[in-house]
């Protein structure tokens, strides 16, 4: 069964560093999300993507944040200078269609610790 | 907006005993609902979706929910629960071409 895949699975950085999450959505999807987890809270929306544009994001989405599909199958979550509340579980989903009736398939999550 | 509230934080349960999460959901709009598991240092799997039609919906691993648009509600339920079912539990609302708005989770923890 296809799924969607991220690297790396654990990420270090000091703070101030600029991090880049990656994420490879399932083939044949076009909208794709970021979520994050900080530690023992709930999943937060961030941004979702939609031909090769931002569609939708949230108020966390802030200037550090940036989203990009550089090639057919990578989407990336570049956070341009790392904050000790940046560290966080990050998960990339996908889903095929506009509906809200499609399912978004989650990927198993990338933990940043920003020290 | 959408908005979703898991009224427990954590549920603890015997092996075998039967289990509901609760979960109430706020929208102006039809929205479509979704329960998500996390076991521990993993992603996010679906559990059960309700789109439309029958109010009762059955998923993996046995668990069911019922939607209830007078309550605006949709549990989930479990007759008799394993230790293996021991996860997060997250419930999830979205409406068409929008972001899926997540509830704060419930972990269930089952006992021997």
């Known amino acids: 069964e296809p799924e969607v895949t991220q690297t790396p699975s654990h990420q270090v950085t000091q703070m101030g560093q600029e991090v880049i999450l990656r994420c490879v959505p399932i083939s044949n999807h076009l909208y794709f999300y970021w979520y994050r987890q900080i530690l023992g809270q709930k999943v937060e929306f961030l941004v979702s993507?939609?031909?090769?544009?931002?569609?939708?994001k949230s108020e966390i989405f802030d200037d550090q944040f940036s989203v990009e599909r550089p090639d057919g199958s990578n989407f990336t979550l570049k956070i341009r200078s790392t904050k000790l509340e940046d560290s966080a579980m990050y998960f990339c989903?996908?889903?095929?269609?506009?509906?809200?009736?499609?399912?978004?398939?989650f990927g198993p999550g990338t933990r940043l610790t920003v020290l | 907006a959408q908005s979703v509230t898991q009224l427990d934080s954590q549920v603890p349960v015997f092996e075998e005993a039967p289990v509901e999460l609760r979960c109430n959901y706020s929208?102006?709009?039809?929205?479509?609902l979704f329960w998500y598991v996390q076991y521990p240092n993993q992603g996010l799997q679906l559990l059960l979706k309700?789109?439309?039609?029958?109010?009762l919906v059955k998923g993996i691993n046995g668990f069911e929910a019922e939607f209830n648009k007078s309550q605006t509600s949709f549990h989930l339920r479990k007759p008799s629960v394993h230790i293996s079912d021991t996860a997060e539990y997250f419930c999830a609302v979205t409406k068409i071409n929008n972001d899926m708005r997540f509830g704060a989770g419930t972990r269930l923890t089952v006992k021997p």
């Open positions: 309700y789109l439309s039609g029958s109010t």
């Open positions: 993507f939609y031909n090769n544009e931002i569609s939708e």
């Open positions: 989903a996908s889903k095929e269609g506009i509906a809200g009736t499609d399912t978004q398939y």
């Open positions: 929208s102006s709009v039809s929205v479509y």
